[in-house]
């Protein structure tokens, strides 16, 4: 289980919204793991005024915070903030500078999924690659 808050400035994140989310969903099914059924990515475009641009940032400038069942290795971490910064550059036009990843990790017994405590869930993919 993984949910993805991508936060932007409206003006760049609003049209890309469509092909950000192909291009999480493709990293996070090749190299997460996660089931090609399972999409939950939340966008929060924001004015300029809400999301002011770091320095060193251009207007472009993304935010990923992923929240997702703890287990998976630090190897596979690292692979996928690898295949997410070039896919963004060569996809989106969105060089590694602008674009910030973090990942919060919670054990399945933390989450709250279809009625049932998430470690309760039979799952059809496995978390600790």
């Excluded at 400035?9 to 997460?32: F, I, Q, Y």
């Excluded at 963004?88 to 969105?94: D, G, H, V, W």
Aim: aromatic residues 10%; hydrophobic residues 40%; contains cysteine.
């Amino acid at each position: 289980m993984a949910q993805f808050k991508i936060y932007g400035r409206r003006r760049v994140l609003a049209p890309l919204r469509l092909a950000m989310s192909d291009v999480v969903h493709g990293c996070a099914v090749d190299v997460l793991g996660l089931p090609p059924d399972k999409r939950f990515h939340r966008f929060f475009p924001m004015s300029a005024v809400d999301f002011p641009t770091p320095a060193g940032r251009t207007e472009r400038y993304t935010i990923i915070e992923i929240v997702m069942f703890e287990g998976r290795s630090v190897a596979t971490k690292k692979a996928f903030f690898t295949r997410l910064y070039g896919d963004f550059t060569e996809r989106l036009n969105i060089d590694p500078q602008d674009l910030e990843i973090s990942i919060v990790e919670t054990p399945q017994h933390d989450w709250g999924i279809r009625g049932r405590a998430g470690d309760e869930l039979v799952l059809t993919y496995d978390v600790a690659r």
